[in-house]
């Protein structure tokens, strides 16, 4: 069972998590809090002298307090004082708790020792701390009863463990829950290791098995019991993997997650495969938005995060559970800041279904660079996958013309739109999207000596011959999905 500190006043304002069935997630605590397991067999507590034989993980990586009977709530220090040191500062054997030099941790451990003397039972604390003039870290402090007499709970195993929150100055900020998993499959570490890096969380290892048949298995290899959790995947394909592929892997790694007792799941897919085809368009039409959102609800998906869908709305009304939909606007509109100050920008929508994606950047532009921004758009039809439509709105003449869109694939449709805005009198064309799938056609069909820049997020890692392009350019995006997990993280603690 897991209680949260806001629980009791007190508690709230030194810690932010309180466990009362400890799982630590470092393996020196694990070690620690295993062999006091073992050696409290049937007892109310384990003899202090059982912890401190040498050689053993206790001896080596806690320290031990035992009741001052001369003062009440009084501890004393009677082994393991440089262990206590990066928790509580300078202390020696046989010094009061009080004596500790870093006044904050002495408080924190005497809140716990009184807690652990009420109840009998071992806890695993979890807060964050600034240590002064250093990097802001978080603790996972353990702290268990043990008993001289084996009737009654008179002094105290405590041991911490720290980490240090990511370096950059954004991520050092933020208070990151240190009980949050991060996954990511191989074929996602690509995106996984930077929004891990962004978090200042290590990516928890993953087995991926493939046997003779085709079949996979894939299992957590940390134990994911209360754990909340963060699964990277995108599901395009990439190397030998399909989308079904991927799509089939994450499924079933959700239900093994949630099999296993992971409190909550949270699926970040950067790009989310099968989105395109929210409507029927046709008789008898599949509506695979709606299809992919009840598999992840049935798997039990407690919340989905990916960004710039193919019809917001669409995905919106796709999902029943938590979903956060994210942009790269932001990240587009600083890029374009650096636009030379007497240019003319318009943004051009390929298409009549991105008019409102592009409105929204064109906005998020107008902010960066402090003008007007124009706006402009193509009709098109696609049908058995034949392109046709004529019309163009807006103008481009001797413009910047930077034309938005979620996903170029075979770069058709914006090869397309970049031949229409030439033809019109742009002085420059950039295209961009989210999403670079690039098919086997798109460098091809994008060989168009008028496009100056190809833009893409690194929502998808971009393979060769597509990165080898001069035009290409990728802006990082982890630091969007860094934030809104840090956000989740927040309103579910609140909660």
Request: with cysteine; net charge neutral; glycine share 6%.
């Given at each position: 069972?897991?209680?949260?500190?806001?629980t009791?006043?007190?508690?709230?304002?030194?810690?932010?998590?309180?466990?009362?069935?400890?799982?630590?997630?470092?393996?020196?605590?694990?070690?620690?809090?295993?062999?006091?397991?073992?050696?409290?067999?049937?007892?109310?507590?384990?003899?202090?002298?059982?912890?401190?034989s040498?050689?053993?993980?206790?001896?080596?990586?806690a320290?031990?307090?035992?009741?001052?009977?001369?003062?009440?709530?009084?501890?004393?220090?009677?082994s393991?004082?440089?262990?206590?040191?990066?928790?509580?500062?300078?202390?020696?054997?046989?010094?009061?708790?009080?004596?500790?030099?870093?006044?904050?941790?002495?408080?924190?451990?005497?809140?716990?020792?009184?807690?652990?003397?009420?109840?009998?039972?071992?806890?695993?604390?979890?807060?964050?701390?600034?240590?002064?003039?250093?990097?802001?870290?978080?603790?996972?402090?353990?702290v268990?009863?043990?008993?001289?007499?084996?009737?009654?709970?008179?002094?105290?195993?405590?041991?911490?463990?720290?980490?240090?929150?990511?370096?950059?100055?954004?991520?050092?900020a933020?208070?990151?829950?240190?009980?949050?998993l991060?996954?990511?499959?191989?074929?996602?570490?690509?995106?996984?290791?930077?929004?891990?890096?962004?978090?200042?969380?290590?990516?928890?290892?993953?087995?991926?098995?493939?046997?003779?048949?085709?079949?996979?298995k894939?299992?957590p290899?940390?134990?994911?019991?209360?754990?909340?959790?963060?699964?990277?995947?995108?599901?395009?394909?990439?190397?030998?993997?399909?989308?079904?592929?991927?799509?089939?892997?994450?499924?079933?790694?959700?239900?093994?997650?949630?099999?296993?007792?992971?409190?909550?799941?949270?699926?970040?897919?950067?790009?989310?495969?099968?989105?395109?085809?929210?409507?029927?368009?046709?008789?008898?039409?599949?509506?695979?938005?709606?299809?992919?959102?009840?598999?992840?609800?049935?798997?039990?998906?407690?919340?989905?995060?990916?960004?710039?869908?193919?019809?917001?709305?669409?995905?919106?009304?796709?999902?029943?559970?938590?979903?956060?939909?994210?942009?790269?606007?932001?990240?587009?509109?600083?890029?374009?800041?650096?636009?030379?100050?007497?240019?003319?920008?318009?943004?051009?929508?390929?298409?009549?279904?991105?008019?409102?994606?592009?409105?929204?950047?064109?906005?998020?532009?107008?902010?960066?660079?402090?003008?007007?921004?124009?706006?402009?758009?193509?009709?098109?039809?696609r049908?058995?996958?034949?392109?046709?439509?004529?019309?163009?709105?807006g103008?481009?003449?001797?413009?910047?013309?930077?034309?938005?869109?979620?996903?170029?694939?075979?770069?058709?449709?914006?090869?397309?739109?970049?031949?229409?805005?030439?033809?019109?009198?742009?002085?420059?064309?950039?295209?961009?999207?989210?999403?670079?799938?690039?098919?086997?056609?798109?460098?091809?069909?994008?060989?168009?000596?008028?496009?100056?820049?190809?833009?893409?997020?690194?929502?998808?890692?971009?393979?060769?011959?597509?990165?080898?392009?001069?035009?290409?350019?990728?802006?990082?995006?982890?630091?969007?999905?860094?934030?809104?997990?840090?956000?989740?993280?927040?309103?579910?603690?609140?909660?």
């Open positions: 069972m897991s209680m949260m500190a806001k009791d006043a007190a508690l709230a304002r030194l810690f932010q998590r309180l466990d009362s069935m400890p799982n630590p997630v470092d393996e020196r605590l694990s070690a620690v809090f295993q062999e006091w397991l073992d050696q409290r067999q049937q007892l109310i507590a384990p003899p202090p002298q059982a912890l401190v040498p050689g053993s993980s206790a001896a080596e990586q320290f031990i307090f035992r009741q001052d009977p001369s003062a009440p709530h009084g501890y004393l220090l009677t393991g004082a440089r262990s206590a040191e990066a928790l509580i500062g300078a202390i020696s054997t046989g010094d009061r708790l009080e004596a500790a030099k870093n006044r904050r941790g002495a408080v924190r451990l005497r809140r716990l020792f009184d807690l652990v003397a009420r109840t009998g039972e071992p806890i695993l604390a979890l807060f964050g701390a600034r240590p002064p003039a250093a990097q802001p870290i978080y603790v996972e402090l353990l268990a009863p043990l008993s001289a007499d084996g009737r009654t709970v008179d002094s105290f195993l405590a041991c911490a463990s720290t980490r240090l929150v990511a370096s950059t100055a954004k991520a050092a933020r208070r990151m829950p240190p009980h949050l991060l996954f990511a499959f191989k074929s996602s570490r690509y995106f996984g290791e930077r929004l891990a890096n962004e978090l200042g969380l290590p990516l928890s290892p993953i087995e991926e098995r493939i046997f003779e048949d085709g079949e996979e894939c299992r290899l940390v134990d994911v019991r209360g754990r909340d959790i963060c699964v990277i995947s995108g599901l395009e394909r990439s190397g030998g993997e399909s989308v079904h592929d991927r799509l089939c892997k994450l499924l079933f790694f959700i239900a093994t997650l949630k099999t296993n007792g992971a409190s909550r799941v949270t699926v970040v897919a950067p790009y989310l495969a099968y989105m395109r085809k929210d409507r029927q368009t046709k008789e008898q039409d599949p509506l695979t938005a709606a299809y992919i959102a009840r598999l992840f609800e049935t798997v039990g998906t407690d919340c989905l995060m990916t960004m710039d869908t193919h019809n917001l709305a669409a995905f919106q009304n796709a999902f029943r559970c938590l979903h956060m939909h994210l942009t790269a606007y932001e990240a587009f509109a600083l890029h374009f800041a650096k636009l030379p100050e007497p240019a003319e920008v318009t943004v051009v929508s390929p298409d009549l279904g991105g008019v409102k994606r592009a409105d929204m950047f064109r906005e998020a532009l107008e902010k960066r660079l402090h003008r007007p921004v124009g706006k402009a758009f193509l009709e098109k039809q049908s058995q996958g034949v392109v046709s439509g004529d019309l163009f709105a103008d481009v003449q001797g413009r910047t013309a930077i034309i938005l869109d979620d996903i170029i694939s075979s770069g058709t449709t914006m090869a397309r739109a970049a031949r229409a805005c030439a033809e019109r009198g742009a002085a420059h064309i950039h295209i961009c999207a989210t999403h670079g799938l690039f098919s086997a056609d798109a460098a091809a069909n994008l060989a168009n000596p008028s496009i100056d820049e190809i833009l893409v997020s690194d929502t998808i890692d971009i393979a060769e011959p597509h990165r080898g392009d001069k035009r290409l350019t990728i802006v990082p995006v982890a630091k969007v999905f860094a934030s809104a997990i840090a956000r989740s993280c927040e309103e579910t603690a609140a909660r």
